[in-house]
């Protein structure tokens, strides 16, 4: 609120100043040119690995020099993304996140025969502790 309230007082500075017109001309244009380039510093860049599904920021250990950079907006809108869990990226206040699509088995249960078949269709004899009841080779999640 402050900042809003700065620039209008700067404004009127400008404006009803014993400037000439060419002088509060030129310290208008330099008042929008400043105030716009402030605007668009207030958008974080984060970035987004080759095969990753969260945005990261730049002090991230999993960022490395392939990443792809851009702003929280278009991470999230555009891409999809989640924030990570470890460097804690901005989120937007009206922030949406979608579903990944990636439906991982988790979970333990108890030690089951995976519910899979092999090629001969024989059922898999490997035992497994996911919760789904498939193990690794089979599991359709996958």
Do not use: W
């Not at 002088?23 to 958008?43: D, E, M, N, P, V």
């Not at 809108?77 to 989640?82: A, D, G």
């Amino acid at each position: 609120m402050y900042f809003f309230t700065a620039i209008k007082n700067l404004l009127f500075v400008i404006l009803f100043s014993n400037l000439n017109l060419m002088q509060k001309s030129r310290t208008f244009l330099l008042f929008i040119i400043l105030t716009t380039s402030s605007f668009t510093s207030f958008a974080q860049s984060v970035y987004k690995t080759p095969s990753g599904n969260k945005y990261h920021l730049a002090k991230c250990k999993h960022v490395n020099n392939v990443a792809l950079r851009m702003t929280v907006d278009e991470a999230i809108n555009k891409y999809h993304l989640v924030p990570c869990k470890k460097c804690k990226p901005p989120v937007p206040k009206n922030a949406v996140f979608l579903h990944s699509g990636k439906n991982k088995a988790v979970g333990a249960c108890n030690a089951t025969r995976c519910k899979g078949k092999t090629k001969e269709q024989i059922r898999c004899k490997r035992r497994t502790k996911l919760c789904n009841g498939f193990c690794f080779q089979h599991n359709p999640n996958t």
